[in-house]
T-cell receptor
């Protein structure tokens, strides 16, 4: 299967700061990648679709100004959580793949 | 949008037992996947199975697309099978069910 790598796996940041999470497709080119969020003991929820060379598409209820997505190349998408607050603490995970989706390792964000 | 329901929500087994996890979905789909989420949060791909039956070792899955459900079978369960099993459907961005938390006791 395809390999998707996500970095960092864990990050702690202070309230008000910004955090950038990277998602890379290692062995294939991905014109589209997806970002999900998972709160403790809950399921995964699609946040946004990252499109190479164009604007991301956000799901209803997701603040595009808070969660900035950049997909500057065919192998890299980044999610920046801006002005982070404790309620943004969550598990963020990306995926890519043509038919079958493959996921990165996920990033556990804690905002203190 | 499409709804995905998984059952049971929790399942406790003794090592060596068999189990069946179910996934119902509300609309026709061209993609259905089963995942195992390990304690570190990583999603492990189990099956990509929009229709038909597949087997991989002790695990197998069947999707009956016309009746909008999929089943995941785990045979001779082991403690390492513990975790949360998710069913997800969709094209591109996936819609996940709430998962089945499986605990296998020694």
């Amino acid at each position: 299967g395809a390999v998707v790598s996500q970095h960092p796996s864990r990050v702690i940041c202070k309230s008000g700061t910004s955090v950038k999470i990277e998602c890379r497709s290692l062995d294939f080119q991905a014109t589209t990648m997806f970002w999900y969020r998972q709160f403790p003991k809950q399921s995964l929820m699609l946040m946004a679709t990252s499109n190479e060379g164009s604007k991301a598409t956000y799901e209803q209820g997701v603040e595009k100004d808070k969660f900035l997505i950049n997909h500057a190349s065919l192998t890299l998408s980044t999610l920046t959580v801006t002005s982070a607050h404790p309620e943004d603490s969550s598990f963020y995970i990306c995926s890519a793949g043509r038919a079958e989706a493959f996921f990165g390792q996920g990033t556990r964000l804690t905002v203190v | 949008g499409i709804q995905v329901e998984q059952s049971p929500p929790d399942l406790i087994l003794q090592e060596g037992a068999n189990s069946t996890l179910r996934c119902n979905f509300s609309d026709s789909v061209n993609n259905l996947q089963w995942f195992h989420q390990n304690p570190w949060g990583q999603l492990i791909n189990l099956f990509y199975i929009p229709s038909g039956t597949k087997q991989n070792g002790r695990l197998s899955a069947t999707t009956v697309a016309t009746e909008r459900y999929s089943l995941l079978y785990i045979s001779s369960s082991q403690t390492t099978d513990s975790g949360v099993y998710f069913c997800a459907v969709g094209e591109g961005g996936l819609v996940f069910g709430k998962g089945t938390k499986l605990t296998v006791n020694p």
